[in-house]
């Protein structure tokens, strides 16, 4: 898989990461070039103990995983005179359907475990996994969020056949 | 001053000011509250309705700007027989919604694009959706819009 993707130019890169009884570890493929950086793909694998409603809990990761996306790419508050200086979706964007990667969500039971939450343990970990797979494949080391204010043009594809869109974020 | 508009089929005489937003028209005078308020700039789409067919974000159209045009809530999405229309099956196959709030405007936005193009591609729905949803159900909205689609067929 590594030289496959070596092959098509892309650098894949883990974040792993522990979460509140729940393991869950992410791995995002990008391609990239010096200045852009394009998120193609997500996979997640997540044990929440027992898992009741598998359907749900992909739900779940699909909406953590954008939502921790968002944060990471845009989510930026800033104060001015005491005053939170954006107001709206105009001065703080967030995650639309154009920039969503593909994302697969494996779920692994361990049903003797205790039954845990699905909603927030998948957020945490897009942030560490999208920044390293950018230290992978440009040498270059994000270490404030959000990530466009790193200056990086960050796009987002969609793998597969017909899906061959490349958005600008 | 006084308006007439159609509301899904329904005829309303409103009293309102001529800046008053369709939205509130919808809501407030109607009691049609499928439609949302969501950031009230026409940036995230919860509001979105059809009027003449066309999907318009009805927090920034007032309702001097109706002009007698047609105007299709969520309520009103399905005509004739058929208790739901194939994009709310698809949405309920694919158990597209979380909290739910967004979730009226995005279908009605994806029930334009339908009627303007039968089979989208990828590309298609990535510009005609530009509705917000914080819960982060794009992946399923696409999939949804895609099953609805090929139910034309």
């Not at chain 1, 987002?156 to 056949?161: I, K, L, P, Q």
Request: hydrophobic share 40%; glycine share 10%.
């Amino acid at each position: 898989m590594t030289e496959a993707c070596e092959a098509r130019g892309l650098s894949r890169r883990r974040g792993v990461a522990f979460s509140s009884r729940r393991y869950v570890a992410q791995v995002v493929e990008v391609s990239a070039t010096a200045n852009s950086v394009n998120v193609e793909r997500v996979v997640c694998a997540f044990d929440c103990g027992r898992a009741i409603n598998p359907n749900s809990i992909v739900a779940q990761g699909e909406g953590s995983i954008l939502f921790g996306f968002s944060a990471a790419l845009f989510g930026e508050i800033t104060l001015k005179d005491g005053r939170v200086e954006q107001s709206n979706f105009d001065t703080f964007p967030v995650v639309q359907l154009k920039h969503c990667p593909a994302i697969e969500i494996r779920i692994l039971e361990t049903p003797e475990a205790p039954i845990g939450g699905v909603g927030e343990p998948m957020t945490g970990m897009i942030a560490p996994a999208v920044t390293n797979a950018i230290f992978d494949a440009t040498g270059r080391r994000i270490r404030k969020l959000p990530i466009v204010a790193s200056g990086l043009a960050i796009t987002s594809h969609r793998g597969g056949s017909d899906r061959g869109l490349t958005q600008s974020v | 001053m006084i308006f007439a508009i159609k509301v899904n089929g329904t005829s309303w005489t409103v009293e309102a000011h001529e800046d008053t937003p369709l939205l509130w028209v919808l809501r407030e005078h109607c009691g049609l509250t499928g439609t949302k308020f969501g950031c009230g700039a026409g940036l995230c789409g919860a509001c979105t309705v059809h009027v003449g067919g066309t999907a318009v974000r009805s927090c920034l159209m007032s309702i001097s700007g109706v002009k007698g045009s047609d105007v299709t809530t969520i309520e009103g999405l399905v005509v004739g027989a058929e208790p739901l229309h194939p994009l709310q099956k698809a949405w309920i196959a694919e158990q597209v919604p979380q909290c739910g709030y967004c979730q009226s405007g995005m279908i009605m936005a994806a029930a334009a694009l339908l009627r303007k193009k039968r089979q989208p591609t990828d590309a298609d729905i990535t510009q005609a959706i530009t509705n917000i949803c914080r819960c982060g159900t794009y992946p399923r909205v696409r999939r949804a819009i895609h099953r609805a689609a090929a139910s034309n067929d």
